[in-house]
C-alpha cells in the first residue's frame, strides 16, 4: 500500500523553515544527481524566483515527520517545466513519485496551465517509466543532450486533453 504523504510548497513556510527544508532537499540531490546537474537548492530559490515552484513531500511516524521526495517545475505562461522529481532511495518503488506527479498535473490544471514539458536523460529508465505511465509523450531525442554519449528526451503531457 501507499504510504500516506503530506505535500507541501515551500512558499507557504516562513524563512528559517523553508531554508531547513531546502538544505535537506541538497542533501538528496547531492547523492542523486551528478555535480553539474544538480540543482542549487540555496535562499535564491525561496526568496527570488516567483514562477519557480519548489515542492516537497513528508511522511509522518511518530513525532518524526521525515522529507522523502521533492519536486522543481517553472511556470511560463500555459507551460510548466517540470526540471526535477526526486524520491529518495529507501522511498522508491511504492507510489510515491507518481503521487507527487498527479498532485503536480492537478495543481497546474486548476491553475490554468495548458502542458508539461521535461527533459529526461534517456538512461534514467525508472524516471522515463513513470513520465509515460503519468501520461506524457516522447517527442524529440538530442543525442549529446546532457554530456557526450548522454541522449536527452524531451516529453510533454498535453494537461487540457487529458482533464
Ligand atoms: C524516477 C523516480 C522519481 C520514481 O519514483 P518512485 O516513487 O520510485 O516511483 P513510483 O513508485 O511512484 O512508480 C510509479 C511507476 O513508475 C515506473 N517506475 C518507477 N520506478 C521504476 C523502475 N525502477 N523501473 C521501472 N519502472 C519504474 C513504474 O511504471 C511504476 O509503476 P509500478 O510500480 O506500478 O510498476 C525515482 O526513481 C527517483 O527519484 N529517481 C532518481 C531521480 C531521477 O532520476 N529523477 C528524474 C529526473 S529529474
Redesign the pocket.
Given at each position: 500500500m501507499s504510504p500516506t504523504l503530506t505535500i507541501t510548497d515551500i512558499h507557504s513556510k516562513k524563512r528559517n523553515e523553508a531554508l531547513e527544508i531546502l538544505a535537506q532537499i541538497s542533501r538528496v540531490e547531492k547523492k542523486?544527481?551528478p555535480t553539474n546537474e544538480a540543482f542549487g537548492f540555496g535562499e535564491d530559490l525561496w526568496r527570488k524566483k516567483p514562477n519557480t515552484r519548489v515542492l516537497y513531500a513528508t511522511q509522518t511516524e511518530g513525532a518524526r515527520s521525515d522529507l522523502i521526495?521533492y519536486a522543481v517545475y517553472v511556470r511560463q505562461k500555459g507551460v510548466a517545466l517540470l526540471?526535477?522529481?526526486?524520491?529518495s532511495p529507501s522511498?522508491?518503488?511504492?507510489?510515491?513519485?507518481?503521487?507527487l506527479m498527479s498532485y503536480i498535473q492537478q495543481r497546474l490544471r486548476k491553475e490554468g496551465c495548458q502542458s508539461i514539458q521535461l527533459w529526461?536523460?534517456q538512461a534514467?529508465?525508472?524516471?522515463r517509466?513513470?513520465y509515460l505511465?503519468c501520461g506524457f509523450e516522447e517527442r524529440e531525442q538530442i543525442p549529446d543532450y546532457y554530456a557526450p554519449g548522454r541522449t536527452g528526451i524531451r516529453m510533454v503531457l498535453d494537461l487540457e486533453r487529458d482533464g
Open positions: 542523486t544527481f521526495a526540471h526535477k522529481v526526486c524520491v522511498h522508491r518503488r511504492q507510489g510515491v513519485g507518481q503521487q529526461v536523460d534514467r529508465e525508472p524516471a517509466a513513470l505511465r
